[in-house]
T-cell receptor, first 108, second 115 residues
Framework: LAKTTQPISMDSYEGQEVNITCSHNNIATNDYITWYQQFPSQGPRFIIQGYKTKVTNEVASLFIPADRKSSTLSLPRVSLSDTAVYYCLVGGRNKLTFGGGTRVLVKP | ETGVTQSPTHLIKTRGQQVTLRCSSQSGHNTVSWYQQALGQGPQFIFQYYREEENGRGNFPPRFSGLQFPNYSSELNVNALELDDSALYLC??????????????FGEGSRLTVL
């Protein structure tokens, strides 16, 4: 299984951009990179998925360098409701590894 | 609302007992996976079922077993419970196509406490 490493926590302010980087040095060729958001007492919720380069959707962007050994989730203009734990997930068809999670606190 | 439901939401067991947790997948999904999430940690992959067959497993002992039924509901069974099995158990359903499990749709989890 791939090993993933994320910062434990980070603080931000409303309206700022938040960037969270996940390290996954032993990612396999067939693995995808996915990010999830989790609130207390809830299951994780999908944010974005990518394989290489850059992916953007209505809530976030995902940057993956050519060597794919890391990925960065970018949350533009965060609000108080974005306070949550964010997980990177690396895996493919049948092996999935979550990172330890990054606790993001958005302050007013 | 993801459409994935889990039961029970909370339960308490004692060491050595056995437990069965249940999950009802989102309609149309062909894959279900189970995760153990200890307090303050990320989810740990237990195993995945695709069309009623186990097709992937994490670093969990054989006393963790499962089933997936034709209607894509699923069970997680844990035998000989240990104190360290206390955790939130999450079920996720998805559509497996090619090499990608795709977006995982999680339930709210079953919180197991082992005394």
């Amino acid at each position: 299984l791939a090993k993933t490493t994320q910062p434990i926590s980070m603080d931000s302010y409303e309206g700022q951009e938040v960037n969270i980087t996940c390290s996954h040095n032993n990612i396999a060729t067939n693995d995808y990179i996915t990010w999830y958001q989790q609130f207390p007492s809830q299951g994780p919720r999908f944010i974005i998925q990518g394989y290489k380069t850059k992916v953007t959707n209505e809530v976030a962007s995902l940057f993956i360098p050519a060597d794919r050994k890391s990925s960065t989730l970018s949350l533009p203009r965060v609000s108080l409701s974005d306070t949550a734990v964010y997980y990177c997930l690396v895996g493919g068809r049948n092996k999935l590894t979550f990172g330890g999670g990054t606790r993001v606190l958005v302050k007013p | 609302e993801t459409g994935v439901t889990q039961s029970p939401t909370h339960l308490i067991k004692t060491r050595g007992q056995q437990v069965t947790l249940r999950c009802s997948s989102q309609s149309g999904h062909n894959t279900v996976s189970w995760y153990q999430q200890a307090l303050g940690q990320g989810p740990q992959f237990i195993f995945q079922y695709y069309r009623e067959e186990e097709n992937g497993r994490g670093n969990f002992p054989p006393r963790f077993s499962g089933l997936q039924f034709p209607n894509y509901s699923s069970e997680l069974n844990v035998n000989a419970l240990e104190l360290d099995d206390s955790a939130l158990y999450l079920c996720a359903s998805s559509w497996l196509a090619g090499g990608n499990t795709g977006e995982l749709f999680f339930g709210e989890g079953s919180r197991l406490t082992v005394l």
